[in-house]
């Protein structure tokens, strides 16, 4: 069995190719309590007088991933089967700082949150958006990756949408407001979050088959030790 085992930041991640849920994974789960953890942690590294405190970067845990080609593009695609919800929050808030910089006319700080969801390859080939979500928020998602979204509630076309909008815009709200009021008190905070997510840490494991992912992912789960949010 194929398996490489490599610690990367999560800006590596967001550029070594399309990332994608799998519809067998279970949906897209966290709440506010799980988004306030995660921001809490940013906010509170962004402020510290301690530069060295995390030199490396927050860890964020182990990543497990399935990798193939896409049949359309020819690039490379990892199925995510561990880390859905840190890599769905980590987007939503990238679409957040996106949006409170627009509104505050920091226009190289939109453009690099931009960058970390459109898929543009070496060439500029449009490969569409970086990241694939799980199908319980994924319409919503796909609206908001357009980078004319302002952070209204989206309006996702088809059965079962509103549920998706809902789930999606409450969570995308709690993160958005949360970073306002920072930003409101301190403008630049919100170009260090960005650099701060760009250096989070992950043991990011690729496999190249199916089996081994689930297996894997069971056992790490089932030990308990990659349940934490945020190590630092």
């Known amino acids: 069995m194929a398996r490489v085992i490599e610690k990367r930041t999560i800006s590596e991640v967001l550029k070594i190719g399309q990332l994608r849920i799998p519809e067998s994974q279970r ?3 966290w709440k506010g309590a799980e988004a306030e953890t995660f921001i809490e942690d940013l906010i509170d590294e962004a402020k510290t007088k301690e ?23 020819g690039e490379e ?19 957040a700082i996106r949006v409170l910089a627009a509104e505050r006319g ?8 931009q960058n970390c969801i459109s898929y543009i390859d ?16 994924k319409k919503p998602l796909e609206i908001a990756f357009n980078s004319s979204w302002d ?4 309006k996702s076309p088809g059965t079962g949408a509103h549920n998706q909008d809902r789930r999606f ?18 403008p630049e905070i919100l170009k260090s979050l960005k650099k701060i997510i760009d250096n989070l840490q992950v ?28 190590i630092c």
């Open 106 to 113: 920091q226009q190289n700080l939109r453009s690099a949150c």
């Open 122 to 137: 070496e060439v500029g080939e449009d490969k569409g958006w970086r990241f694939l979500a799980s199908p319980s928020v």
């Open 169 to 186: 815009f409450n969570f995308y709200s709690q993160i958005a407001d949360r970073l306002e009021k920072e930003a409101d008190k301190t």
């Open 77 to 95: 695609i990892y199925d995510i089967y561990d880390g859905q919800q840190r890599l769905t929050t980590i987007i939503v808030t990238l679409l």
């Open 51 to 73: 530069p060295q405190r995390n030199p490396d970067g927050l860890f964020l845990g182990t990543i497990i991933s399935l990798v193939s080609k896409g049949f359309e593009t």
């Open 27 to 29: 949906r897209f789960e």
């Open 203 to 230: 043991v990011f494991i690729t496999i190249t088959e199916p089996q081994e992912a689930f297996d894997l992912f069971e056992r790490t789960n089932a030990r308990g030790s990659l349940s934490m949010l945020l």
């Open 151 to 154: 952070g209204t509630k989206p």
